[in-house]
């Protein structure tokens, strides 16, 4: 019993000190680790006392290459990353990690860390623990977790407020020309057609990093569908009907762009012949939109009631989605899902920032921006390219709209594919400015 307690031991500690060498290899590995070529994002995050930093985003958003971008802007000897995804962390405990950030990476550094960045944080047990006590000690701490087993609202639930979130999407238009390795320059006509031309690319392949640098698009766009469908979705959430999952997937993808209601959805559905609970279907609608793939804007009204309720309009993460389900040419439509996304990002610099759609009467605005107790902003889509192709009820719309918030003086915005001006109509101003100066926010120049 003595030899056998001897051995175990023994096993013990050399287990203990192959890991010891693992784990002092794979910071050395890091410390030397050349990024190759990364295309600098546009998020901007700022650190603030005895709080983390989460990045969130939907799969492939490019979250560890971003990880890797705000590194290589730092100290390389004051940062320690660990991605938990590698077999020999994920098996730690927040103590032992601890050690890490205490013993090993300054034996191996000569420094303390000053910085802690945690990818696919979730695979950690207890991660939340450790967090907390990592910024007790000030130390700046950046996670990030699969979309599939950590959801944004969880991190902020287990970090109880010792949290800031920001959201990481796939490139902006601005990041798309810098992977393509153009150079903004508006002096010449054939510069401003060259990005035009970029623009039609981009609406139709969409932003996802590894899809834009990489060959084979349609096959790697299809399997991160497939895997939002199958890991974000179904095995998240313990979806048990794969059939009806499935066909709400499709539609909502579709239907980007549109109206969607989940009393609507459940008359298709029994129209197929299809038998579900409603409060099933509820719960799935709610699920997809936990992936961050999807996203429903509410309508504007004083009432919360009428804000939470249905219809809502829904929005892709990137136009590129639609490729798999697109039976016509839908420009319009994805003009308009390329604008929500825009918007939708500046709330990482403008937090008090929300976006809506409103109805009053018969009039509709694609969106309207307010921030805080202000109404800062009306906005109309239209694929137009001069003004005779400009509808008159957008127009009527957003003057109609303007005398219920003339007090917070919104700016109006129709923007366009081609077509640029500013009109007085009745002493207002409407700004028409094309999508790709929008995208750029080069208005005015």
């Known amino acids: 019993s003595l ?21 002092r290899d794979y910071i050395d590995s890091f410390q030397r680790k050349e990024f190759g070529k990364i295309v600098k994002r546009e998020l901007e995050i700022k650190f603030v006392e005895e709080k983390a930093i989460s990045i969130i985003g939907p ?13 290589s802007e730092l100290q390389r000897n004051k940062v320690l990353y660990l991605d938990f995804e590698e077999p020999f962390l994920s098996g730690l405990n927040p103590n032992e990690v601890l050690k890490i950030v205490y013993e090993i990476f300054p034996q191996v550094t000569g420094n303390l860390p000053l910085y802690v960045f945690l990818d696919e944080v979730q695979n950690l047990k207890d991660w939340e623990k450790l967090v907390r006590s990592l910024i007790n000690r000030n130390i700046k701490v950046v996670i990030t977790g699969s979309s599939s087993k950590l959801l944004g609202r969880e991190i902020a639930t287990h970090l109880r407020g010792r949290t800031i979130s920001y959201l990481l999407l796939p490139f902006s238009f601005r990041e798309f020309l810098k992977a393509k390795n153009f150079e903004i320059n508006l002096n010449s ?16 392949i969409g932003g996802f990093p590894e899809i834009v640098l990489k060959e084979e698009k349609e096959k790697i766009l299809k399997e991160y569908i497939d895997l939002a469908f199958f890991k974000d979705f179904v095995e998240r959430h313990n979806v048990k009907n794969i059939k009806l999952a499935r066909i709400i997937f499709n539609h909502i993808v579709q239907n980007f762009s549109t109206y969607f209601s989940v009393r609507s959805l459940e008359k298709n559905l029994k129209s197929m012949g ?19 793939f999807v996203f429903f804007v509410r309508k504007y009204s004083l009432r919360a009631r009428e804000r939470e309720g249905w219809p809502k309009k829904v929005y892709i993460c990137d136009v590129g989605l639609s490729r798999k389900t697109r039976y016509f040419e839908d420009i319009g439509k994805r003009m308009e899902n390329l604008v929500f996304l825009h918007l939708l990002r500046k709330i990482n ?8 759609y409103l109805k009053i009467d018969d009039k509709e ?64 101003k409407i700004k028409f400015i094309p999508l790709w100066k929008w995208l750029l926010d080069l208005e005015g120049k």
């Not at 006509?189 to 139709?204: H, M, Q, S, T």
Request: aromatic content about 14%; glycine content about 2%.
């Open 3 to 23: 030899a056998i307690s001897k051995c175990l031991n023994f096993v013990f500690l050399m287990n203990t000190i192959m890991e010891e060498l693992l784990i």
């Open 59 to 71: 799969r492939r958003a490019g979250k560890t290459y971003y990880f890797f971008q705000k590194i």
């Open 189 to 204: 006509l054939e510069n401003i057609g060259k990005v035009k031309k970029f623009l039609e690319e981009y609406l139709d």
């Open 274 to 292: 299809l038998t579900f609970n409603l409060l099933t279907l509820y719960k799935y609608v709610e699920s997809l939109e936990d992936t961050l």
């Open 349 to 356: 610099e403008e937090p008090l920032r929300e976006i809506f």
């Open 365 to 428: 605005i694609d969106f309207l921006v307010k921030e805080g107790s202000r109404i800062k902003q009306l906005v109309q889509v239209t694929y137009a390219s001069n003004k005779d192709e400009i509808e008159k009820r957008e127009i009527e719309s957003l003057l109609k709209a303007h005398e219920f918030f003339k007090k917070d003086r919104p700016e109006l915005l129709v923007i366009t594919w081609d077509y640029e001006d500013v009109i007085k109509y009745d002493n207002l």
